[in-house]
Structures are given as structure tokens and as C-alpha cells.
């Protein structure tokens, strides 16, 4: 067993381009503006080894996945000796589709991208090397939106990113501690799908592959079967690289509300035309998309016919046939069900038909403005439009309530029962991907769910009511007590330096 630690957990970052010195300004797809923030809070917690419940060990912080956003970095190499290298081509124009929707997942093409996440997130990086040399660990889960952290080339670069980053702010703090290569390479570990901790008895997994859009077929080599090596992205990812990311150029806010479903709905009930003539422009963008998941589905098909079943291996003291079970878990629950998924179809399906309903209305009612002896009429349309909008209104903050959007704690529940079957020691789940923070008591598999959530802001009501809650998962092994003790779910306040409980009632 590997010498005690205290966990410190966090997912969905979503780091992508960053800063951009040339623009003076953000990149319009980034979400995390919090690099400074995480610094201080690794700064905080590195002062709070020496007390008792934390007993003196070190701290080892994991990234749950999509720390990284690859499919939203956009930006190119610069044509010529750059491009040629990254991409065995020397001018834009031989690009293709890429020079359109950005750069395809080969190894020399994501390991570039994470060199562009870098240059625009320095002091995420920076934080990172200042841990280490500091005597912790750093651990990163690939998760859907970073699973190019498969290549080894890419964690090789990430390493050489956190290196000179580190470098660089010691020119800025001549008394901050050495950090070598070696020192990287002990201390900053990437798992490919889960990490496990026998002291604390613990799982830890991103969590994407119980979802039907973001599961792979292969998670552990997601490689599609045919040159040059690519990866196998799943239908979710293929909106995001084909339709979203051109339509946050109109839309900051799309990937920024939750579910999607009501960003569309925002966009239609704010200006039909505008949002009508957006999404008939992406008319070719949703084509090509589409071609390449069918493309892909049958190349997939026939790469997995030809490399057989795999056969699940021992991990983290974990049995194989108890991870065979758990990768049986996420294929099962991705299938698409009408069981499993109906009533999020039904829900989103209503609230769209009633927005549809009370714009059509409204239309009708400005036709029948402009005729004669008609003015009573599409005083009609425009009463029943405004219903019908207030009942859509209405009706979305039911269904999209994050609670009733929280497929998570179903998800812990079925891998608990999985676990206890063996039976295994394991006493938390903590779980990412659907950016909601929560923490849940599983009372039949006695056993905590915790959701760290995401980092990135959220639009939770127009026109610019965004929430931030910088939250995650903290783990104390100073005794047998602290070990015991629910898994914690809290939330760094920058403006105060502290560290309070999520100010929620999502805390069960």
C-alpha cells in the first residue's frame, strides 16, 4: 500500500486557448479565467500540512477530467517550417476541414494544441510545477474533452509545459524552490480512466463513459483502427468540434448553460431571425459533422471486429474480473434506452414544442397586424404566444433543475453495488463530468457519492446572470477519525483566501 495521502479533487476546467497576447484578450471559447485563484488555493492548502488531521502527509490533487478542452482550441500553427512539422503540410489552404474546425487528434497535432493551452494559461501551469516542488503530487484522469492525453507525446509536453512555466516564474521568485525534469516526471502522473485509494478507500473517475454522447468504445486505446493514428471521438465530441465551437462565435453563452436545450431556447426567444439564420448557416457545418460520425462508425465497427474483446487487467489492486465490471457498468448505461432517457426526451421535447407553439403565435399575430379588420385576431395570437411562453417558462425550471438533470448518483449507485459484490473497501465515489456539485448519501450501498462540479461560470438566467463556484472534493488522512469522515465538498473564495462548505442544499 502506498504511504498515506490527503486527496484534493477537482474536474471540468475546461482550459483551452487562454489568454491571447495578440488580441489583448481571451480566447471567445475560454472558461477558466482562474488561474491565479487555483494558486492560491494549492499555496492554501500547502499551509495547512502541519495540522493535526491532515498529519504532516502530502497533498496529491487530481484532475477528474476535462481539465483540458483540445476540440476547443481553434487557433493554427503559423504556415510554413511550424505547420509543416505539426502537420506535414507548409500553407493553411492545404489544411482542409481543419483549417475550418481546427486540428485533427494525431498525436503531433494534440501534443501542438497542448503547447497552445500553455502559452495562454502560464500561471495554471506554473501552480502546478510550485506544488511539486513543494513535495506533492499532481494526478490527471483524461475525461472526454482531454482524452488526447492518451498520446504520450502530449503528457510528455504537459510535463515540459509545467517545467518551463515553473522556470519562468522563478525568474519572478529567485527564493522558490528547485524543480528538476525528474522531479516532474516522479510527481505529475496522468491515469487513463480511474484512480483508486486503498488507504482512503476511494474511486475516483471522470464519469463521461455512462453517458450515451461522450462514452468511448474503447476508453483505454480510443484509437480509430485506421492510419494515420487518430482518435475515435464519440458523437458529443463531434457536435463540439463541428457545430458549437463556430456557433460561440455568435453565442459566448452555448456551452455555458445547462442543459443545452435552454441555450437553444434563449437563443430563439431573444431574436428568432438571428438565431434562425445562425443555425441555417451551420446548416454545413452539422453535415459535415454528421458524415464524419458515420464515417467513423463504420471504420470503428470494423477495427473492433478485427481486434477482438479486450480482456480487462488488474489496476490500482482492483481485480480484473471487479474493472471488467465496472467497464460492463459504462457499456451497459450508455446504450441509449427510451427506459433510461424518455423522460429527458418527453421534458426537453415539451418545453421545445411550447417554445415553437408561442413563437409561431407571436409570428402569426404580426401577420394579422399588418391586414385590415384584423387587429382583435392577433390580439388573440399574441395572448396565447405570451401563455404559451410563460408556461415554457415555467415548465423549463422544472425539468432543467440540476437535481432532476443528475443522472450521477445513479451512476455511484450501480458501480457501489458492483464494488460490494467482490466485496472490496470502498467508501466514496467521486465523480465529474456533470458539472454539478453534490454530494449524496447512497443509504442501500452505504456509501458517499461526491460531484466535484466544474469551475467554469454558468449562465443560469439571461441576460447576464452567471454563477462561479470554484468547487471540489478535499480527503484528510491524519488518523483513523479524519479517514472516516464524509468526504468533503467545498468551495475557494479568492476574494478571502478561505475555504468554506458549498453553500448549497446539495449537501446531503
Not at 442543459?259 to 426567444?269: D, H, K, L, V, Y
Not at 473492433?304 to 489496476?315: F, W, Y
Not at 441576460?463 to 470554484?470: K, N, T
Not at 491524519?478 to 475557494?492: F, K, Y
Amino acid at each position: 500500500m502506498e504511504s498515506p495521502k490527503n486527496l484534493l479533487v477537482m474536474s471540468d476546467l475546461h482550459l483551452n486557448e487562454g489568454w491571447i497576447a495578440e488580441l489583448g484578450d481571451y480566447s471567445p471559447r475560454e472558461d477558466f479565467y482562474f488561474d491565479d485563484d487555483l494558486f492560491a488555493l494549492l499555496r492554501h492548502h500547502h499551509a495547512l500540512c502541519a495540522e493535526p488531521r491532515y498529519g504532516g502527509h502530502p497533498w496529491l490533487i487530481i484532475f477528474n477530467g476535462d481539465t483540458f478542452d483540445f476540440d476547443q482550441v481553434v487557433a493554427l500553427p503559423q504556415e510554413g517550417e511550424e505547420l509543416l512539422r505539426v502537420c506535414g503540410v507548409a500553407t493553411h489552404a492545404e489544411l482542409g476541414k481543419r483549417a475550418r474546425f481546427g486540428l485533427s487528434t494525431s498525436p503531433s497535432e494534440s501534443r501542438w494544441k497542448m503547447q497552445c493551452i500553455a502559452r495562454g494559461h502560464p500561471h495554471f501551469f506554473a501552480a502546478l510545477g510550485w506544488f511539486i516542488a513543494h513535495g506533492h503530487q499532481v494526478l490527471f484522469i483524461k475525461g472526454n474533452h482531454d482524452v488526447e492525453l492518451h498520446w504520450p507525446e502530449v503528457r510528455a509536453e504537459a510535463r515540459c509545459c509545467v517545467l518551463r512555466a515553473y522556470r519562468a516564474y522563478q525568474q519572478q521568485h529567485p527564493d522558490a524552490p528547485p524543480l528538476s525534469a525528474a522531479d516532474v516526471r516522479a510527481n505529475l502522473r496522468f491515469e487513463p480512466w480511474f484512480y483508486y485509494d486503498a488507504y482512503l478507500r476511494v474511486y475516483v473517475e471522470h464519469g463521461g463513459q455512462y453517458e450515451p454522447t461522450n462514452h468511448f468504445a474503447n476508453y483505454l486505446d480510443p484509437v480509430l483502427p485506421q492510419p494515420p493514428p487518430r482518435i475515435d471521438m464519440p458523437d458529443g465530441m463531434a457536435l463540439t468540434r463541428y457545430v458549437l465551437n463556430r456557433l460561440e462565435t455568435e453565442y459566448p453563452y452555448v456551452d455555458n448553460v445547462r442543459p443545452i436545450t435552454r441555450a437553444f431556447a434563449w437563443m430563439f426567444a431573444d431574436n428568432p431571425l438571428r438565431a434562425t439564420r445562425a443555425f441555417l448557416g451551420r446548416a454545413r457545418d452539422l453535415a459535415i459533422g454528421w458524415t464524419y460520425m458515420l464515417r467513423k462508425r463504420r471504420h470503428a465497427t470494423n477495427g473492433a471486429e478485427a481486434a477482438g474483446p479486450s480482456v480487462p487487467r488488474e489496476r490500482h489492486n482492483i481485480p480484473a474480473p471487479l474493472v471488467g465490471d465496472i467497464k460492463d457498468a459504462a457499456r451497459t448505461r450508455a446504450q441509449f434506452s427510451l427506459r433510461e432517457w424518455s423522460g429527458v426526451l418527453i421534458d426537453q421535447g415539451l418545453l421545445g414544442g411550447l417554445t415553437l407553439l408561442g413563437l409561431a403565435s407571436a409570428g402569426m399575430g404580426l401577420v394579422k397586424l399588418t391586414r385590415r379588420d384584423t387587429s382583435r385576431q392577433a390580439a388573440r395570437y399574441f395572448l396565447v404566444a405570451m401563455g404559451l411562453l410563460n408556461v415554457g417558462h415555467l415548465w423549463s425550471e422544472v425539468v432543467n433543475d440540476d437535481l432532476r438533470l443528475d443522472y450521477m448518483p445513479n451512476v455511484a449507485a450501480d458501480l457501489a453495488e458492483r464494488f460490494r459484490a467482490y466485496p472490496f473497501p470502498l467508501r466514496a465515489i467521486l465523480l465529474g463530468h456533470s458539472h454539478i456539485a453534490r454530494r449524496v448519501w447512497l443509504a442501500t450501498e452505504q456509501m458517499w457519492m461526491v460531484n466535484t462540479g466544474t469551475w467554469i461560470p454558468m449562465l443560469v438566467q439571461r441576460p447576464q446572470d452567471w454563477e462561479r463556484h470554484l468547487t471540489f472534493a478535499r480527503l484528510a488522512s491524519g488518523s483513523v477519525a479524519d479517514v472516516e469522515t464524509p468526504p468533503e465538498i467545498l468551495e475557494w473564495h479568492p476574494e478571502t483566501d478561505t475555504v468554506l462548505p458549498l453553500d448549497d442544499t446539495r449537501l446531503a
